[in-house]
């Protein structure tokens, strides 16, 4: 593809997005077999989209796939296969130099594989000796510590209900997951104020909200579905408001290839009546602005005996804490919200203006909120502007952190946590007869320091892209390398594969889109999505699967080589995964009749209990938390660290990519293609550096330690982003995080916030720049 940066004019959705939508279908392996899934996608009967976490509505038979859902399941489903022959005729160190697009283009493992450190060749294992393998180096760990164990989003809550009895059977809660480095600080931040760690709305309710603010998310990419409740919310004219530190399109307009009369006459849809532009960070004094402005007139309106704007009954009755919290916000001066959002008064007093004038308003987020220093203050000043004005457990109103990987929540909720409660590990003990392991186990970056000093020695991968997603990715390889033994489960080859332990193993599994047939006969698995709606997925593409097994006969297979079958019966597992769910029933009061109620189309809600109020904080009220802002929103002052410029830095996705896996070299709504090593960046910051559009550049990132952090051959564009604020695309730009900049209480590396250095690349000074 050539490499072209040009300025995309149309809405988001459209002909676009059929056309790429089309061509995804047209250029993967096998048209008729895609066409058939996309149209199984979300179904009541078919599969639930491997995509994102956004919900369904519940008209039946309707297509319910998007563009990046498509590209999604083509991804998946395709026939092409990688075995033992690819391996053969390429060593480790070669397959290193490759980049993950081509790795994962190689087509779906098939077999299970074991590094041969002596020829540097991956080779065939039997299921057997794999298991056996694992086996020997768990149990011979000194202590159960020893080994992380990692889990990426898309892990079926059946997999995820028996790996977690597993591991903690064998005696750890060591359970780094993505989350940890995605909505974690949502959890903990929603945990303190309301008790309870996900949202609070349903999908239905985007139909009755009189105002939907988005906080830092794309939805255009990531959750093209989204787009669509926005798009109906707008149309009947719901007020959206939008903050994001880039104008991103699908935020701006949509046509929607719903539409026919739009379809035709190429128009669109205006989404956001608001839009904002806040600097990197800038969210928590932005909503601060907007609690002062209601302040100001709730004061204004009570002189003139007029009702206030606050819910004063609801707060009495439900909340704690507001004193504090007033105190804090009149303290905070219109000069400090102004200095870190990059805000006006004039624009916060327009957001607040639709809050005030909104009966029922739903605040939603994603990465560009909770991949900071300061997340869960900020999520605790999203929660608190809610609180003040009753906006929660009423239709069209609440809270709804937007998740990222299809099965994120679910796998939460079936126990993959670093950091368990003891009421769930009591319980769970009870049914499988045995004693839980209580202390905290590893997060992500707990875990990769683990490995790192060598206190673990065993890594276990049930999915994703450790080495790849993770900051510091330096550090975080040598951590891995370091390792004993490192096993993947994956669907697709990628580069946390190559990173190998002394010993490594990559074992193949099916996915989301496969038939999974079992003892008993096919079998279904069970999903979460981002509104507590947990529903059945069958997989009905009948490949040739070779020798794959499912993640549940891998997890069951470890498991029974590691522990033996006579406490827990494994393979009972496998043949029948309705027996988990009845397990799951037994340890989660909430999954009562599992079994039964997976078979309700559209499946079922699991509730919330903030939205019932009923607050499992300690003191059983919903709590208005108060933070001072920040005095920076980086952990500290780069000016420390150099005379230079210093910029900060957020990494996020293009359109065509999911999470590590690059589809292509398009961004289509952002007008970049066939680049991935670019650094978005405004004109005037561009100017005051020297450089020019297309100019290469150095990226050195800065932390108060001596490591030096660089990548180099970036090509610089011109872009309408704020000052001081630059952007890259994750994953390439993950060796710039320092493995020791993260989230408050959350551990979460800062993705969005990296104070970095920007230099002309001296390699490509006096060489002529393509565009
Ligand atoms: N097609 C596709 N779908 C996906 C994924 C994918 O990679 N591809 N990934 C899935 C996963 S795991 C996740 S977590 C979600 C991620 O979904 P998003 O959160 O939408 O993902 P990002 O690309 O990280 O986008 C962050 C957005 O926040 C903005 N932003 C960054 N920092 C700030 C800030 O400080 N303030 C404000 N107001 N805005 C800010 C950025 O400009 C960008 O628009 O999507 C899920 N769905
Ligand atoms: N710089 C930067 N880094 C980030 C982020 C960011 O915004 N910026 N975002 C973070 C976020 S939000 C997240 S969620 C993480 C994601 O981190 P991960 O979840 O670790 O990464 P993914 O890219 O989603 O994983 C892709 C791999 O999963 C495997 N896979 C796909 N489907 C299946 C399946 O059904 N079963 C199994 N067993 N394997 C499967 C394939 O082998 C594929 O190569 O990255 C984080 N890293
Ligand atoms: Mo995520």
Redesign the pocket.
């Known amino acids: 593809m050539s490499k072209k940066i040009t300025q995309y004019h149309n809405a988001a959705g459209g002909w676009g997005a059929l056309a790429s939508t089309a061509k995804h279908l047209i250029k993967s392996e096998n048209i008729a077999k895609n066409i058939r899934n996309l149209l199984n996608t979300n179904q009541d009967e078919g599969f639930d989209c491997p995509?994102?976490?956004w919900g369904e509505d519940d008209e039946a038979g309707h297509f319910k796939f998007c563009e990046?859902g498509a590209?999604?399941v083509s991804w998946e489903a395709t026939s092409k296969r990688v075995g033992s022959d690819f391996f053969a005729s390429k060593t480790v160190s070669e397959l290193k130099k490759q980049d993950g697009h081509f790795l994962e283009s190689q087509g779906r493992l098939h077999q299970p594989l074991s590094y041969d450190a002596q020829t540097d060749h991956y080779l065939p294992i039997s299921w057997n000796k794999a298991f056996e393998l694992i086996a020997t180096e768990l149990n011979g760990l000194a202590s159960p510590d020893q080994a992380e164990f990692y889990t990426s989003?898309r892990t079926s809550n059946e997999a995820a209900f028996l790996y977690q009895l597993f591991v903690r059977m064998f005696g750890t809660n060591n359970f780094a997951d993505?989350s940890n480095m995605?909505?974690e600080a949502s959890g903990v931040a929603l945990k303190q104020a309301l008790g309870v760690g996900e949202g609070t709305v349903q999908l239905i309710d985007f139909e009755y909200a009189d105002a939907i603010f988005v906080?830092?998310?794309?939805?255009g990419?990531?959750?093209p579905r989204m787009l669509d409740s926005l798009y109906k919310a707008a149309r009947r004219g719901a007020n959206i408001v939008s903050?994001?530190?880039?104008k991103?399109r699908g935020l701006e307009r949509f046509a929607s290839p719903q539409n026919a009369v739009e379809m035709l006459k190429n128009s669109s849809t205006q989404i956001s009546s608001l839009y904002l532009t806040?600097q990197?960070?800038?969210?928590m004094a932005a909503i601060r602005g907007m609690v002062k402005v209601m302040l100001t007139v709730d004061k204004q309106r009570k002189a003139k005996n007029e009702p206030g704007v606050f819910d004063e009954a609801f707060i009495t009755q439900h909340c704690e804490g507001l004193e504090d919290y007033i105190q804090q916000v009149e303290n905070t001066s219109w000069e400090q919200i102004e200095s870190q959002s990059g805000l006006t008064q004039a624009q916060i007093e327009q957001a607040a203006q639709v809050h005030l004038s909104s009966e029922r308003v739903i605040f939603t987020w994603?990465?560009?909120?909770t991949q900071?220093k300061h997340s869960v203050a900020t999520i605790h000043e999203i929660v608190n502007m809610q609180l003040l004005r009753g906006q929660l457990g009423k239709h069209g109103s609440g809270l709804c952190p937007?998740?990222?990987?299809s099965n994120?929540q679910g796998d939460r909720t079936m126990g993959i946590n670093e950091k368990p409660s003891m009421p769930f590990l009591n319980k769970l003990g009870e049914v499988f007869a045995f004693s839980p392991p209580q202390q905290p186990g590893h997060n992500t970056v707990q875990a990769i320091r683990a490995m790192l000093d060598n206190r673990s020695k065993v890594f276990i991968g049930l999915g994703g892209n450790f080495a790849v997603a993770t900051p510091d990715t330096k550090v975080t390889e040598q951590a891995l390398s370091q390792c004993e033994l490192t096993v993947h489960v994956a669907t697709k080859l990628n580069r946390s594969h190559l990173i190998v332990g002394k010993k490594a193993l990559i074992l193949p599994c099916l996915g989301r889109t496969d038939i999974d047939v079992q003892a008993k006969g096919p079998q279904k698995v069970t999903v979460e999505d981002s509104f507590s709606m947990v529903h059945a997925s069958m997989g009905v593409v009948p490949s040739d699967i070779g020798d794959m097994r499912s993640e549940v006969a891998i997890v069951a297979g470890i498991a029974d080589a590691t522990l033996g079958s006579e406490v827990v019966c494994w393979q009972n597992f496998v043949d029948d995964y309705s027996v988990i769910r009845d397990k799951i029933a037994e340890v989660f009061p909430k999954f009562k009749d599992f079994n039964e109620k997976i078979n309700h189309p559209g499946g079922f809600y699991l509730g919330s209990a903030a939205a019932e109020y009923h607050w499992q904080t300690p003191t059983k009220k919903a709590q208005i938390m108060s933070h001072s802002l920040p005095t920076s929103i980086l952990a500290f002052d780069p000016n420390t660290l150099t005379d230079q410029t210093t910029f900060v830095l957020?990494t996020?996705?293009s359109h065509d990519?999911?999470?590590t896996t690059i589809y292509g070299m398009e961004d289509r709504y952002r007008g970049v293609h066939g680049h991935r090593k670019v650094l978005i960046m405004n004109s005037k910051d561009m100017q005051q550096q020297g450089l020019i559009h297309l100019d290469k550049v150095v990226l050195t990132s800065l932390w108060p330690n001596n490591s030096t952090r660089q990548l180099s051959g970036f090509t610089v564009i011109e872009y309408d982003i704020p000052r001081g604020n630059v952007?890259a695309y994750?994953p390439e730009a993950n060796a710039l995080v320092p493995l020791d900049s993260v989230g408050e209480q959350s551990d979460t590396p800062t993705y969005?916030?990296i104070a970095i250095m920007v230099d002309k690349d001296p390699a490509y000074i006096n060489v002529k720049m393509e565009d």
């Open positions: 995509g994102c976490a990046n590209k999604a989003g993505c995605c909505h906080f830092g998310q794309n939805p990419s990531n959750h903050f994001n530190t880039l991103e806040p990197l960070g800038g969210d994603a990465m560009g909120i900071h937007v998740r990222g990987h994120v957020q996020l996705r990519q999911y999470n952007a994750y969005k916030s």
